[in-house]
């Protein structure tokens, strides 16, 4: 299951909810008949359930969307901060060099030099550019943390079929 995004409050009281997406251009969703809803997003597919698209629509930097599980604000408020989810084949095809967010995560990252920089944890939405989140070792081990913009500066390729991300950074930055 992709991760898509998350529920972050109820919206309205005819059962809408307001999102906060992990990625751009998440108005392509609308496309989907069909999301998939989860408390956990780590849970296996099978946790994951079926909601049908009932409406969606752009609002601020996130989206609202109502389902058709979700007659009422009480509905609503029994799904907050939940995850939106959706299987790999329902999903729109990104274009050329887009990706979406859960296929990024575990991703090994090299530097220029080859050295190894960690795996992809997560990655952070600033406003200006997305951020990946690399974690090499748990840091309570003195495992290190960075922060690499996902920008074409330092991003220099992606290759999902590898499972790594070359990236113009420093072992010491």
């Excluded at 309205?12 to 999301?35: A, S």
């Excluded at 996902?150 to 499972?163: E, I, K, S």
Aim: charged fraction near 25%.
């Amino acid at each position: 299951m992709i991760v898509l995004g998350r529920i972050v409050a109820p919206f309205g009281v005819q059962g809408w909810i307001k999102i906060h997406p992990f990625g751009d251009d998440p108005t392509e969703w609308r496309k989907m008949p069909q999301w998939w809803l989860c408390a956990d997003d780590e849970a296996p597919a099978g946790q994951w359930k079926p909601y049908t698209l009932k409406a969606c629509r752009a609002h601020g930097k996130g989206l609202v969307a109502a389902f058709d599980e979700t007659p009422d604000r009480n509905a609503a408020e029994a799904i907050d901060g939940w995850y939106i989810g959706a299987p790999r084949e329902a999903l729109p095809k990104p274009a050329e060099n887009e990706y979406y967010w859960g296929d990024l995560v575990g991703l090994e990252v090299f530097n220029e030099a080859g050295t190894r920089l960690g795996v992809v944890d997560s990655l952070l939405s600033t406003g200006a550019h997305d951020v990946l989140q690399v974690k090499d070792g748990e840091k309570d081990d003195g495992g290190s943390e960075r922060l690499i913009p996902f920008v074409a500066a330092y991003v220099l390729d992606v290759d999902l079929a590898a499972r790594h991300i070359r990236v113009a950074w420093g072992e010491d930055w």
